[in-house]
Nanobody, 124 residues
Framework: VQLQASGGGVVQAGGSLRLACVFS????????RAWFRQAPGKEREFLAT????????FYEDSVKGRFVLSRDKDKNTIYLEMNSLRPEDTAVYYC??????????????????WGQGTQVTVSS
């Protein structure tokens, strides 16, 4: 399984960005797909996850209402639409895939496949 993330960049506070993550290879077991981020000096944190077959989503409170996780099954891709960006959203954003559900799908342990990360920088 390979994951290719893209879409990062530099944006002013209040702006928007859309990240994409393309899955390829034998993705049968990646029925949980998610986005995480890691800021300098901090641990990688969970942002949002989607059940690939049902399309149901779950968001961390810090991004709920500002970020939207969606999927395109034909393109085997997940997206993270990020709105009302803040300087504290500055981080490397990672997509992930795994065979997990429930609360496990909201943790690092729920994912065995990771993209390479894409930098998002929000200027004040």
């Amino acid at each position: 399984v390979q994951l290719q993330a893209s879409g990062g960049g530099v944006v002013q506070a209040g702006g928007s960005l859309r990240l994409a993550c393309v899955f390829s290879g034998n993705t049968f077991s990646t029925y949980a797909r998610a986005w995480f981020r890691q800021a300098p000096g901090k641990e990688r944190e969970f942002l949002a996850t989607i059940n690939w077959s049902r399309g149901t989503t779950f968001y961390e409170d810090s991004v709920k209402g500002r970020f939207v996780l969606s999927r395109d099954k034909d393109k085997n891709t997940i997206y993270l639409e990020m709105n009302s960006l803040r300087p504290e959203d500055t981080a490397v954003y990672y997509c992930a895939g795994g065979a997990s559900s429930g609360t496990t799908a909201r943790t690092l342990a729920g994912y065995g496949y990771w993209g390479q990360g894409t930098q998002v920088t929000v200027s004040s």
